[in-house]
């Protein structure tokens, strides 16, 4: 049976991640380690309610006639979502077509799970932190070879405006120059949808 570690579901959630009414599910498990991340106990691999897919549309349905009424549905996060593949599927088959199922994902991932996922998922939330590799390298200790290539095919597959991608001011990482920098070539790539804004480091 499929299961996954969940670290939080935030309900009620009004367009800040999605259209409409939203439920937040953060999963488990990312492959990245940004410095400031504010989700990092979802590293540890035992931290986190395992739900099923089924416990889990079980317990998102109590908003459902929110997410029918408003266009809104389920966001998934992190962690990163992506790497649920299965999970997701299977939610798809029990909450239906009506729901909005949204990802917020840093798209380094493997390929093919974007690919298996895409035809199920309505929008996507791209955490692309910075697009100058030695900056994203330095801040989330990964490369960004894979997001690039990813991103790349998600704007020639489907709608740019489906796609948000965030574009954050990183304390001591980037500069306001290195942002616009990062806008004018995501640009040049073909995003339509921009949220800019500041990392508060706590
Ligand atoms: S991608 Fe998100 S969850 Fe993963 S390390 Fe970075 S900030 Fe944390």
Partial sequence: ??????????RHRLTTDGDGV????????????????LNSHCWDPERGKEYTPETLYEETKIDQLYFL??????????????????????????????????AESSLNVPFENLEALDPILDGYIVDIKDMNPEIYQAYTG??????????????????????????????DFNTDEDVVKSMERLKEMGVKNF??????IR
């Fill in 142 to 171: 990964k490369d960004n070879v894979v997001v690039l290539k990813n991103l790349e095919w998600l704007l020639q597959h489907r709608d740019p405006n489906g796609i948000m991608v965030r574009v954050p001011h990183i304390p």
């Fill in 69 to 102: 009424a408003t266009h809104g549905g389920v966001t998934f996060g992190g962690g990163e979502p992506l790497l649920q593949v299965d999970f997701i599927k299977e939610f798809r088959e029990r909450c239906g077509t009506q729901w909005q199922l949204v």
């Fill in 22 to 37: 939203t439920t937040l599910v953060a999963f488990n498990g990312c492959p990245l380690r940004c410095k400031y991340c």
């Fill in 1 to 10: 049976m499929v299961k996954a570690r969940v670290i939080g579901i935030s």
């Fill in 195 to 200: 949220d800019e804004f500041n990392y508060i």
